[in-house]
């Protein structure tokens, strides 16, 4: 192997260009400065031309003939570096995550295709008054009819914009040449941002923060002020008003000169909190979301980079926001799902903040109500600071909750999908004027197994997890295959009501309709949700108490603040409790205690009704209660026993191809490679499959799955990289894609 280093530079960042990288040669004296995300100068092409780039990749392996390699001609210090850490993070993303170095340039370096610049041109005058008077009287003595028509609506107004000179005045583009060549007039071009909040007037009541809340924000601001950044979790029940700690600790740090980005798990949430972050805050903030147009999205990272705006709002890409002086990041809701990314690479935005954090010496914030067992448990274990707010920020009353068991509903002959409980209630709020909303738990819904009768489950012998349902009338566990005939009775009791669990939101709402005529019913779930505005639309139809009831799936329990509801109905816990995957259970108290959460949040009371054919569980007791610690205990002794994230990690490889043998013979080499290497070196892993994954056919590709599970993270990445240079070495399986998957958020 040569002594020479070699780097990989991208000559233009550009998404078009991202696929394109040229190798040079790094000469010694630049050896320690040429680092992953170092900008550099290069002569390019023929001409040997002298053009700006950034190191991607080093090598010791030349790609090309030596001859024809150039060198660097220099390493820039001091140059801008948005983009080098930005670079730099793809970089740790690719390492941490698998996937190529395209896929991570890809990831984060915001959208910089050519998008025509929105402009606004002006014609004015170049001359005083008096001399556009007399120019104007010499046009007219020589007859020159435009030029009269354009001077004189300038001497009465002296700018006119461009558009209308052309269309309205009928001014042709050579008359406006002439009179610029002249000297009398000239034209302005002006750059308009597309901007994506469309807000009416800016209202600020200012809010007194209670002694919980401002006893987090005088701490996280006194050791911002002090230089100390860390990663710090709110745990605040819902209501408890962690929206006001964070724009008070923003406030704090936008006056230091240093910039914000705030995510929000799910597009649904920016309406109600982009309008309080511009109430407080005014036009510094903007949004960033995969629902605005190309334009408007080049546009608000255009104005990040240049620092005209403060704080950006938005879902997990807003992660990457080409902030120059970046100072906090904060992620709301930070247990959600979405902020695991499903493409390739499969990163968590929560990890990536905090390494983007690293990288510009910001603090990072975390919130939730019922935080993920990760971010807890790296809380009570020191990694991160811990605060809770344990009440409501309005003094509101926690909720009142009722638990109906609905094997009892059934053997009182009710088989409507509301129980009597939830109908009186209902009714009793639909006679006071006040609102309802009823959510529909289908998280995750795979078609489990379950009986109506005793409420019991079909689940896998080996992984604990709930069977799914498939066509060819058998039940199969997703994570190690195993399956068994669907049963036609129920083998706990006998029963013949078991069957695959389940109904849509279209017909709760049907029946909603049918059992409570008068009612104004709203319905927001994905079919509803399609058109760019909708959230907003359906969100501000009922926050105007144009509709008496919602009726919808878990974009409408995250975050909304309704003041008149004052009863929230959840339809069927179980849906999400007996999915196929170990964090069912903590997904289902999440969604149990946000839902729960929308109901009496001003001055009115509230109730919850949480419908369930296991009410023993204790996801559902601890729910009920609101208490998060005591679900966490239980939770924790199941993921220890069976070795389940926090308690270990997971790397899940995914294996595809459209010839199924090729895919199951692939899955099989790979797993044999893994057993040669963790014998080789004496690692301790757990490995299950290779099986067929639960999707286990799309888009033309069969899929096949290997989990491997170890306590260290880092073990799992040396196997992750020990297999993609295996891959890379043998050229048995070209037909074959494979993806890398860290802590798996969905079942595959």
């Known amino acids: 192997m040569s002594d020479q280093t070699y780097a990989d530079i991208i000559i233009d960042i550009s998404n078009e260009n991202l696929d394109k990288t040229y190798q040079y040669a790094i000469p010694d004296q630049y050896l320690t400065q040429a680092k992953i995300g170092a900008p550099v100068v290069v002569s390019f092409g023929k001409g040997n031309r002298q053009i700006n780039g950034y190191i991607v ?18 390493v820039v210090e001091g140059a801008p570096v948005i983009e080098s850490h930005l670079i730099y993070l793809a970089y740790w993303i690719k390492e941490n995550y698998g996937g190529t170095m395209n896929d991570a340039l890809k990831t984060v370096i915001p959208v910089r295709k050519a ?227 499903e493409t390739t690479p499969k990163y968590h935005a929560v990890d990536v903040a905090i390494k983007r954090a690293e990288l510009t010496n910001s603090s990072v914030i975390l919130g939730s109500a019922t935080p993920s067992l990760e971010s807890y448990y790296r809380a009570i274990t020191g990694q991160y600071q811990l605060f809770t707010l344990r009440k409501r920020a309005k003094e509101a009353a926690i909720p009142k909750v009722w638990v109906v068991d609905l094997r009892e509903e059934l053997r009182k002959k009710n088989r409507s999908i509301f129980s009597e409980k939830l109908k009186e209630l209902i009714a009793d709020r639909l006679a006071k004027k006040e609102q309802i909303m009823l959510f529909l738990n289908r998280r995750g819904y795979a078609g489990f197994v379950s009986c109506r009768s005793c409420g019991h489950v079909m689940k896998c012998p080996h992984c604990d997890i709930s069977l799914t349902t498939h066509n060819n009338r058998k039940v199969i566990c997703h994570y190690c295959g195993y399956g068994e005939p669907h049963p036609t009775l129920c083998p706990s009791c006998g029963s013949r009501y078991i069957a695959a669990f389940g109904t849509g939101t279209q017909k709760v709402e049907e029946l909603v309709k049918r059992e409570f005529p008068g009612a104004r019913v709203l319905r927001m779930d994905t079919d509803t949700t399609k058109k760019k505005d909708s959230y907003g639309k359906i969100l501000s139809a009922f926050a105007s108490h144009q509709a008496d009831i919602l009726v919808g799936t878990q974009m409408i329990v995250k975050g909304h603040d309704f003041p008149l ?184």
């Open 115 to 341: 998008v025509k610049q929105k402009e606004e041109k002006s014609i004015s005058l170049a001359v005083d008054l008096e001399q556009a008077k007399d120019f104007y009287y010499e046009f007219q003595r020589k007859n020159n009819k435009a030029r009269v028509r354009l001077l004189g609506a300038l001497i009465e107004k002296q700018t006119l914009d461009y558009q209308d000179v052309i269309k309205k005045l009928n001014i042709s583009r050579s008359t406006l040449q002439g009179l610029e060549k002249l000297g009398i007039t000239k034209t302005e071009t002006k750059q308009i941002f597309r901007n994506p909040i469309k807000q009416k007037e800016q209202i600020y009541r200012p809010v007194c923060l209670n002694d919980e809340q401002l006893q987090i924000a005088d701490h996280v601001v006194n050791e911002y002020e002090a230089g100390k950044r860390s990663t710090y979790l709110i745990h605040g029940i819902t209501g408890s008003g962690k929206t006001e700690v964070y724009m008070e600790i923003i406030d704090n740090v936008i006056a230091m000169g240093k910039q914000v980005i705030v995510l929000i798990p799910e597009i649904a949430l920016t309406y109600q909190t982009v309008r309080r972050f511009y109430n407080r805050f005014g036009d510094r903030i903007s949004i960033l979301n995969s629902r605005m147009s190309q334009g408007e999205r080049y546009d608000q990272s255009l104005r990040a980079k240049k620092g005209d705006i403060d704080v950006v709002i938005g879902p997990r890409s807003a992660l990457f926001t080409p902030f120059q002086n970046l100072g906090l990041i904060i992620i709301d809701e930070e247990h959600e799902t979405s902020y695991k990314s």
């Open 57 to 74: 990749g080093l090598s010791k392996e030349p790609k090309i003939e030596i001859s024809k390699i150039k060198p660097i001609t220099e």
């Open 565 to 748: 509801v004052t009863l929230v109905g959840i339809i069927a816990a179980d849906l999400s409790l007996h999915v196929g995957d170990f964090r069912a259970s903590e997904r289902t108290f999440q969604l149990l205690c946000q839902a729960s959460g929308r109901a009496g949040r001003d001055a009115l009371p509230g109730e919850v009704v949480i419908q369930t054919y296991h009410p023993e569980h204790y996801s559902i007791t601890t729910a009920a209660n609101g208490d998060y610690e005591e679900f966490f205990k239980q939770e924790m002794l199941y993921r220890k026993m069976m070795q389940y994230p926090p308690a270990a990690h997971i790397l899940l490889i995914l294996i595809m191809s459209k010839v199924e043998e090729h895919a199951e013979e692939a899955s099989i080499h790979l797993g044999e490679a893994i057993k040669e290497m963790v014998n080789e070196q004496q690692i301790n892993v757990q490995m299950i499959g290779p099986a067929t994954a639960s999707l286990a056919k799309a888009n033309d590709y069969y899929r096949r799955v290997i989990y491997i599970k170890h306590e260290e993270y880092n073990t799992l990445i040396g196997i992750k990289n020990y297999l993609e240079g295996y891959l890379s070495f043998t050229n048995r399986f070209s037909d074959c894609s494979f993806q890398f998957d860290f802590d798996p958020m969905s079942s595959y």
